[in-house]
């Protein structure tokens, strides 16, 4: 844990940033994020972010156990709020060391892994165009020009001449990201770039600031962090297509005229009551950070707990043995994130679990215990509001099963006309 005379350090240093003082004599201190209040009056609010995981074979191939040496990776992203001025985050989490950053740009992407020529831009670190992402911490780029609208993509490239080891990385993006050999961070072409994963890695945040106000126009304290497991992190959803449920929720509310910033901070499999190699920290252990370390957050949707009770149930050999889990364990571990929440001001829209009846997570300890965490959630009054997406998403004449209008294939995850419905659902409550 970083101290707390870091924290001041990259405190002082993000004002000093912001408002053009000379930092002659200064030491750099971007290793951390600012804190949440500083980032206030600077009017940073964060536009994008992925929940960082250690490396793992995941769900398909990937490149985090491997890491990079003397390659540039491109990641293409979708930013939920406008600004003049962004900055990125990258996460080192999981690395036992620090990661040398040979250096970095961010531009608008083109098509696929080019960029548009004039707007590629060269980001720097304390000044620095290169830097270190210090182990199990996080680096934070200086602010640099190039305004952005709600809704619109930036490529972020990363250069690393050296070998990074295994990197921390968020395997399922549903969206490509591409690798070169050498140094390609400001090449306008894709040529280079000839391969390509679906997962992205070391960048875990953008965020963004100047954008004037209007009228009625939300504040930079409330965004909204969606927060969960697979069904958050968009698995059945048109990868490339930007159809994860908070996408389309950022897209509901912005063309419903009450547009706020979406953050997806969902992790695949992941669950409220343990850690998992593969799925990433137990739900409190990484609130904290995936939630309330998040520029600008002022609400955040709670939807997780079906892989707890469900993996029990499971052939899936990922997480073997998989504890049974009760209604009571599952509702104290929904009251330890609202607790956190609640102490830092922050709004809490708790979902109910969706149907899954004929999936593999299905079983008759499952269901008992969905049914009781699930009257829970509508009737306890310990959130600020309720979404009910087990009743909205129910199939016709039986509400244990996902609609089959809304069923990626698998009776669990929702596929893109089911994410769109959630978004309305969640949109109404919010």
């Known amino acids: 844990m970083n101290s707390l005379a870091t924290q001041t350090g990259a405190a002082l240093s993000a004002l000093v940033i912001a408002f053009g003082v000379s ?171 000839t ?69 997806n901070a969902g992790i695949g499999g992941n669950l409220v009551l343990n850690d998992s190699a593969w799925y990433g920290d137990h739900s409190a252990a990484r609130f904290q950070r995936d939630v309330l370390d998040q520029p600008g957050v002022g609400t955040v949707v709670m939807l997780e707990g079906v892989n707890d009770i469900g993996f029990s149930e499971s052939d899936t050999p990922t997480y073997k043995p998989a504890p049974v889990v009760s209604a009571d364990e599952l509702i104290a571990g929904y009251r330890r994130l609202i607790k956190q929440a609640h102490a830092k001001d922050v709004k809490v829209v708790g979902a109910t679990l969706l149907p899954f009846k004929n999936s593999d997570h299905w079983g008759e300890h499952a269901a008992t215990v969905s049914d009781a965490v699930n009257q829970w959630i509508r009737t306890s009054g310990e959130y600020d509001a309720v979404v009910d997406l087990d009743r909205g998403l129910a199939a016709p004449g039986d509400p244990d099963t996902l609609d089959p209008a809304f069923d990626s294939g698998d009776h669990l995850h929702p596929n893109d006309a089911g994410y769109a419905a959630m978004a309305r659902l969640i949109a109404e409550r919010l």
């Open 195 to 263: 391969q390509a994963t679906h997962s992205w890695y070391y960048l875990s945040g953008v965020d963004v600031s100047g954008e004037k106000k209007v009228s009625g126009e939300k504040k930079r304290d409330d965004a909204v962090v969606a927060f969960g497991d697979s069904i958050t992190d968009g698995f059945g959803s048109t990868g490339d297509a930007n159809n994860r449920y908070p996408d389309e929720l950022a897209e509901y509310l912005a063309t419903t005229g009450r547009a706020r910033p979406v953050l």
């Open 23 to 193: 930092t002659a004599g200064a030491v750099p201190a971007q290793a951390v994020p600012a804190p949440a209040d500083v980032d206030r009056q600077v009017g940073w609010g964060a536009a994008w972010m992925a929940a960082p995981q250690r490396a793992s074979a995941g769900f398909e191939p990937n490149w985090s156990e491997e890491g990079f040496t003397g390659q540039s990776v491109r990641q293409v992203v979708r930013l939920t709020a406008g600004g003049s001025s962004l900055r990125i985050r990258l996460s080192n989490d999981y690395g036992p060391s620090a990661v040398r950053l040979t250096g970095a740009t961010v531009a608008y992407p083109d098509h696929g892994a080019s960029l548009q020529p004039a707007s590629v831009r060269h980001l720097t670190f304390g000044h620095a165009g290169s830097a270190d992402i210090p182990a199990h911490g996080t680096l934070v780029s200086d602010p640099v020009r190039l305004r952005v609208r709600p809704l619109q993509p930036v490529a972020v490239t990363l250069y690393f001449a050296g070998t990074t080891g295994p990197a921390t990385f968020h395997s399922q993006a549903y969206a490509s990201s591409y690798r070169a050999q050498g140094d390609h961070r400001a090449d306008t072409a894709a040529n280079a770039f």
